[in-house]
């Protein structure tokens, strides 16, 4: 069974830096793309980052406006993993961090995996 599960959550002060990272099992997706969502309480699930997968040439990645630049998405396909490096933490990036797999659109409702998601609580 395809699993996909979060880790590295946490608390903490604006301006600081975490790690997420997500551990894929029960089937290969080194050919999916790998994304972040992030959903705040009382907001919808949001795009934060894609990763393209293997099958293709150059490893894309793509971001959503409110994390460019201070997000970095990475995959390791021999470890099966995607991590997702947040630098420069703000109170609005506190939500529940999903990872997901798809296969290319950064539609939530569209996505055919996801994790049980890990907490990001950012102080200010």
């Known amino acids: 069974q395809a699993q996909l599960v979060e880790s590295g959550g946490g608390l903490v002060q604006a301006g600081g830096s975490l790690r997420l990272s997500c551990a894929a099992s029960?089937?290969?997706?080194?050919?999916?793309?790998m994304y972040w969502f992030r959903q705040a309480p009382g907001t919808e699930r949001e795009f934060v980052a894609r990763?393209?997968?293997?099958?293709?040439?150059?490893?894309?990645?793509y971001y959503s406006d409110s994390v460019k630049g201070r997000f970095t998405i990475s995959r390791d396909n021999a470890k099966n993993t995607v991590d997702l490096q947040m630098n420069s933490l703000k109170p609005g990036d506190t939500a529940v961090y999903y990872c997901?797999?798809?296969?290319?659109?950064?539609?939530?409702?569209?996505?055919?995996?996801w994790g049980k998601g890990t907490l990001v609580t950012v102080s200010s």
């Open positions: 990763i393209s997968g293997s099958a293709g040439s150059a490893v894309n990645t």
């Open positions: 029960g089937r290969t997706f080194r050919s999916y793309f």
């Open positions: 997901a797999a798809g296969t290319g659109t950064i539609m939530a409702r569209d996505i055919d995996y």
